[in-house]
């Protein structure tokens, strides 16, 4: 079983040890995310949290666009870093929160929007699924929304040297009950920058 102090050295490591742009996850334009974002009709006032987003653009762009409650968590400290000086002035309102999300206690209810691509898909022991899974219900509003992504079924078994878990329709809704409701599902394909094609499934709940 993967421990929280597993996790926080091997993502620091890999934080300090890439280039970021040649990452595979990386994306200089998360436009399927921030698509579902928007869909999912929430004010630019909301709380949004981007769990394991590390140096992902898609603080960036919700920034840009006028969003004024961004938070990001990740277990890296070097990633948080790297993104905060990206922005700059710009992320001055941004709140950067290093944590292991198992370990994360949110304030009850404080977001309306949680956002997950390619987090949640590395906890293989069912046991830390729930505890991910409670952890989102607490930090969610009831009526908030979920969007996680991760590698669909039939996908890569292993990324950045770690296994994954892959969820379909029923096992995930099975282990988000009965705080969670399953509104929609996508496959999306992603290029990475070394032009390997890596297959991913989006699911948008709902908090009840």
Known sequence: MTTSDDRHSHWQQRWTSIDPERASWHQSHPTLSLALIEAAGASRTAGVVDVGGGDSFLVDRLVERGWAHVAVLDVSAAALTRAAERLGPLGDDVTWIESDVLEWRPVPGLFELWHDRACFHFLTD??????????????????????IAGFAPGGPEKCSGLPVAHHDTASLSALLAPHFELSDELDEEHTTPS??????????????
Do not use: S
């Not at 069912?126 to 969007?147: F, H, N, S």
């Not at 032009?195 to 009840?208: K, S």
């Open 195 to 208: 032009g390997a094609i890596q297959a991913f499934r989006w699911w948008f709940l709902r908090r009840l």
């Open 126 to 147: 069912e046991d830390d699924q729930r505890k991910y899974a409670e952890v989102m219900a607490t930090a969610l509003v009831p009526g908030g929304t979920a969007i």
